[in-house]
């Protein structure tokens, strides 16, 4: 009788508001320590079959993008399917695209944050990591894109003996500044984050070298008052920092679109649309990988259908968002009375790669559409298999942008037809091993749940019952 007392007091306790719970079972701060610290301490004998499994296909997956890479610096970019009218091909489409999903660990970690929102908690830390991954992912194709990429530091302002300084004027340098700032701050703001629970695994360390190692990660960290005042003042100025980063890179990426004349790009409502679809397509990632790995690890407890709901419902207005951009195209294109912009229109509608079109309609407007229902935000195959839907949707868009915008410019004589070469998908596809990878390792050596904040969820909500009851 007292355990039925107890399991219906902490149901009652988690789920303060009335939207669900956001931890479910029974839980104290040890269990809580142990669910997710005990992790990256699994000896080799216990560690589940589905990591190595996992890590050795993705490992796999990742030598095309070594095998592509090689074969680039060997020959040049002329084994990719670029021609005259698509000078911009797969290595803008796949950049945009990782870039885009970088965004939504930002968007949770920082303005969630700033915005008081404790269902955050459980997917931070796990988004924080998967945006540093898919932004080194981005950063490769734009390095390789160059055809040099030994000369890239000259896009950099450094003083030099040939005095060749950067066109300060491109977007495409502003995208240099922008992406290395982005990628910096989510490293200190990821790091940041990540120091009382490093201290932990430090305690808890048996042997010596995980111990020197998580010893040196965590900076000193011993817990006292102190350091939790300027822990919270430091994590409290980066999410600043961060939260105009969220709407400034993805703008800049648009503004690589929409400063050129060409039919389809010029238009001032790219930046907006750009950042719309990043969340979009970051919350779908984070929803890919979180629902498998958090019934696999078997903390699915801490990853409820209250984030599901929520998330999903953030992914439903990015979607609106995106519809809108879609219909403003359209209507720009037909109001503008420019017979070229008119044209491009037609072009998407029954032209030659129109599939690409009306597949990311599909994919990114009918499909997710399906989330209005309480239902399927919160079942989990059913949310998983949305999510699939919008990453290719927004990959789609991408292409539809780059090249139905490309392939048939002003002049008919110089239009051609393009797609991309093996090397093309082989090194798309082998960023995403190298991603996979990234994911894998990080999850085996740090807590892919942050610890400490679980752990001041549950003394928020237990000491919010305890107000009740008085």
């Given at each position: 009788m007292a355990d039925l007392l107890e399991d219906e007091v902490f149901e009652r306790v988690v789920d303060v508001d009335g939207q669900g719970p956001l931890i479910e079972g029974q839980n104290d701060l040890a269990s809580i320590d142990h669910d997710i610290g005990h992790i990256p301490f699994m000896s080799l004998k216990n560690t589940p079959k589905f990591w190595y499994g996992g890590t050795f296909i993705a490992f796999c997956v990742m030598q095309l993008l070594f095998l592509a890479i090689t074969v680039l610096l060997w020959k040049g970019t002329g084994i990719w399917g670029l021609n005259v009218p698509v000078a911009w091909g797969f290595a803008i489409i796949n950049f945009v695209w990782w870039i885009g999903i970088g965004h939504a660990g930002t968007l949770i970690s920082a303005i969630l944050f700033l915005l008081k929102q404790d269902w955050r908690m459980s997917i931070a830390r796990f988004s924080e990591a998967m945006t540093l991954f898919a932004v080194a992912c981005a950063g490769l194709f734009p390095l390789f894109h160059v055809g040099r990429p030994w000369l890239a530091w000259w896009l950099f302002p450094i003083p030099n003996t040939f005095g060749m300084w950067p066109q300060f004027r491109s977007p495409l340098l502003w995208d240099v500044f922008a992406v290395s700032t982005y990628a910096t701050v989510s490293v200190l703001f990821w790091y940041t984050g990540l120091i009382p629970d490093v201290a932990s695994l430090r305690d808890r360390?048996?042997?010596?070298?995980?111990?020197?190692?998580?010893?040196?990660?965590?900076?000193?960290?011993?817990?006292?008052?102190?350091?939790?005042?300027?822990?919270?003042?430091?994590?409290?100025l980066l999410a600043g920092i961060s939260t105009p980063l969220v709407v400034s890179v993805h703008s800049i990426v648009s503004l690589d679109f929409a400063v050129s004349v060409v039919p389809g790009w010029h238009t001032t409502i790219f930046p907006p649309y750009f950042v719309a679809g990043a969340i979009y397509a970051g919350f779908a990632m984070v929803l890919t990988i979180m629902?498998?790995?958090?019934?696999?690890?078997?903390?699915?407890?801490?990853?409820?259908?209250r984030h599901m709901n929520n998330m999903s419902k953030v992914m439903l207005v990015a979607g609106l968002v995106v519809a809108y951009g879609y219909l403003m195209e359209v209507f720009f294109g037909y109001y503008s009375g420019n017979e070229y912009e008119r044209y491009m229109i037609m072009n998407r509608f029954s032209g030659p790669y129109n599939w690409g079109y009306w597949a990311l309609i599909l994919c990114n407007i009918a499909v997710p559409m399906a989330l209005w229902s309480y239902k399927v935000r919160t079942s989990v195959w059913a949310c998983w298999i949305v999510c699939q839907f919008i990453s290719v949707g927004m990959w789609l868009e991408r292409f539809v942008i780059v090249v139905m915008s490309l392939h048939r410019e002003f002049l008919p004589s110089s239009w051609d037809a393009y797609m991309?070469?093996?090397?093309?998908?082989?090194?798309?596809?082998?960023?995403?091993?190298?991603?996979?990878?990234?994911?894998?390792?990080?999850?085996?050596?740090?807590?892919?749940?942050?610890?400490?904040?679980?752990?001041?969820?549950?003394?928020k909500t237990n000491h919010h019952h305890d107000l009740d009851d008085h």
């Amino acid at each position: 009788m007292a355990d039925l007392l107890e399991d219906e007091v902490f149901e009652r306790v988690v789920d303060v508001d009335g939207q669900g719970p956001l931890i479910e079972g029974q839980n104290d701060l040890a269990s809580i320590d142990h669910d997710i610290g005990h992790i990256p301490f699994m000896s080799l004998k216990n560690t589940p079959k589905f990591w190595y499994g996992g890590t050795f296909i993705a490992f796999c997956v990742m030598q095309l993008l070594f095998l592509a890479i090689t074969v680039l610096l060997w020959k040049g970019t002329g084994i990719w399917g670029l021609n005259v009218p698509v000078a911009w091909g797969f290595a803008i489409i796949n950049f945009v695209w990782w870039i885009g999903i970088g965004h939504a660990g930002t968007l949770i970690s920082a303005i969630l944050f700033l915005l008081k929102q404790d269902w955050r908690m459980s997917i931070a830390r796990f988004s924080e990591a998967m945006t540093l991954f898919a932004v080194a992912c981005a950063g490769l194709f734009p390095l390789f894109h160059v055809g040099r990429p030994w000369l890239a530091w000259w896009l950099f302002p450094i003083p030099n003996t040939f005095g060749m300084w950067p066109q300060f004027r491109s977007p495409l340098l502003w995208d240099v500044f922008a992406v290395s700032t982005y990628a910096t701050v989510s490293v200190l703001f990821w790091y940041t984050g990540l120091i009382p629970d490093v201290a932990s695994l430090r305690d808890r360390a048996n042997k010596k070298i995980p111990k020197f190692i998580y010893g040196v990660m965590a900076l000193g960290w011993r817990g006292s008052a102190r350091h939790w005042h300027r822990y919270e003042i430091a994590y409290l100025l980066l999410a600043g920092i961060s939260t105009p980063l969220v709407v400034s890179v993805h703008s800049i990426v648009s503004l690589d679109f929409a400063v050129s004349v060409v039919p389809g790009w010029h238009t001032t409502i790219f930046p907006p649309y750009f950042v719309a679809g990043a969340i979009y397509a970051g919350f779908a990632m984070v929803l890919t990988i979180m629902i498998p790995v958090a019934k696999l690890y078997k903390v699915e407890h801490f990853f409820t259908k209250r984030h599901m709901n929520n998330m999903s419902k953030v992914m439903l207005v990015a979607g609106l968002v995106v519809a809108y951009g879609y219909l403003m195209e359209v209507f720009f294109g037909y109001y503008s009375g420019n017979e070229y912009e008119r044209y491009m229109i037609m072009n998407r509608f029954s032209g030659p790669y129109n599939w690409g079109y009306w597949a990311l309609i599909l994919c990114n407007i009918a499909v997710p559409m399906a989330l209005w229902s309480y239902k399927v935000r919160t079942s989990v195959w059913a949310c998983w298999i949305v999510c699939q839907f919008i990453s290719v949707g927004m990959w789609l868009e991408r292409f539809v942008i780059v090249v139905m915008s490309l392939h048939r410019e002003f002049l008919p004589s110089s239009w051609d037809a393009y797609m991309g070469t093996k090397w093309d998908w082989m090194m798309y596809i082998g960023t995403m091993g190298f991603f996979c990878v990234l994911c894998f390792l990080f999850m085996r050596t740090l807590p892919m749940i942050a610890i400490f904040e679980i752990k001041e969820l549950h003394h928020k909500t237990n000491h919010h019952h305890d107000l009740d009851d008085h």
